[in-house]
């Protein structure tokens, strides 16, 4: 049932207002905070939630179109646990369900707890018990009042950074807000309060039109958003999209300058990444893929800062989800700081690499047959997927947790190496698929 991040699936046959209203009931064990993206089906699935607390007598406290790391800071404010009705990246038409708890995504033991109420049935109160329906109109200010301590707020107000910001989704109600309250110059794009005006993922084949407003406003830069506020991807002064392991690089050390210490991030990290935290006088720890386990292992090694490529950034004094919308303030801080994100990126040079995504109606069957076919040089690591390092190259083939994909991720120091890597991993895969 739970992905790597929550429950997420195609409206109508693996996401229904049912599952909706079950795992409501089932995660209800105190007061329960709802929210959603901008998709079509967020707010039925939304208020089937909300019953699902209510009928297991707790209150339900909404909040309406938010992003993910503001139900996550909602969490905290009401000391209960969280639902968030998105599907982050994926295609319009499938939703999900993020389940929060103190801050963060919960874990795999409290998955099974969670499971394991929805497997008993509806728990229903007695008629005189059920919980209460309530809202929250203050968690966007609240959150805000959460994090400006993280921020240099003076010196951002005295570049006064003019700034696009395509949203597409839940972070339309709190980003340009944040980043006009800090004294920057907003143009807001695809501010649509239902559906998305491009695809959500805010990878650089959909950001075309932001690009081609940065360079029509002359801004200094432009910030992108998923559906549900949880990713961020830079594209210069240019109109360039930064490559998005050059960005997480320069977050990296951005945070390692203002604290030392261990940084975390995932097995489908690049070896830039990795220069980047001894550049900045970090320690490197790996965790599998997915959010839940890089704020984890972040709480348990006391590190600074956690990253994915996908622009999935964990702050070590902010929620424990990935958050956006404190990463856009933190690129608004760093260009205030250090100057043009075309500068500050152009001492990277990333290796040659692929990451592609395969369809597949098996996962499982599809890992098993690509497994028993492997045959790369290299040591061979399943900690997540099928791994496999050599000296010239490291290549990694893992099943998506959130759709029914194999991916392929691809690095080499040459072009060549890569090249023969690639058309030899994408045959075996081609073929199990």
Known sequence: MFGTSGIRGVYGSEITPELALRIGNAFAYSSLVVAKDTRETGELLSNAAMSGALSAGKDAIYCGIIPTPLLAFATLKHKANGIMVTASHNPPEYNGLKLISKGKEIGKEEEKKVISNYEKGISLSS???????????????????????????????????????????????????????????????????????????????????????????????????????????????????????????????????????????????????????????????????????????????????????????????????????LAAAKFAQMFSEKGKFSTLSAPFKPFPMVREKFKTSDKKKAMEKIRSGMDFEGKLNTVDGLRVDAEDYWLLIRPSGTEHIIRLTLEAKEQKKLEESHAKAKALIEKSV
């Open 127 to 325: 008629w005189d018990k059920t919980g209460s329906e309530k809202r929250d109109e203050e968690i966007i200010e609240d959150y805000i009042k959460f994090i400006l301590p993280l921020i240099d707020a003076e010196k951002i107000r005295a570049r006064a950074p003019k700034i696009v910001v395509d949203c597409n989704g839940a972070a339309h109600v709190v980003t340009p807000r944040l980043l006009e309250m800090l004294g920057c110059i907003v143009t807001a794009i695809n501010m649509q309060s239902r559906g998305f005006a491009r695809p959500s993922e805010p990878s650089a084949k959909n950001l075309d039109a932001l690009c081609a407003k940065v360079k029509e406003e002359k801004a200094d830069f432009g910030i992108a958003h998923d559906g549900d506020g949880d990713r961020i991807s830079i594209v210069d002064e240019r109109g360039y999209v930064i490559n998005m392991d050059v960005q997480l690089s320069l977050m990296i050390l951005e945070e390692l300058g203002k604290k030392k210490g261990k940084v975390v991030s995932t097995v489908e990290s690049s070896l830039i990444v990795k220069d980047a935290v001894a550049q900045g006088g970090g320690e490197l720890i790996i965790t599998p893929v997915g959010s839940t386990y890089v704020a984890d292992k972040m709480e348990e090694v006391g590190a600074v800062f956690g990253g994915e490529p996908a622009g999935e950034y964990i702050y070590s004094k902010g929620v424990h989800v990935p958050d956006a919308i």
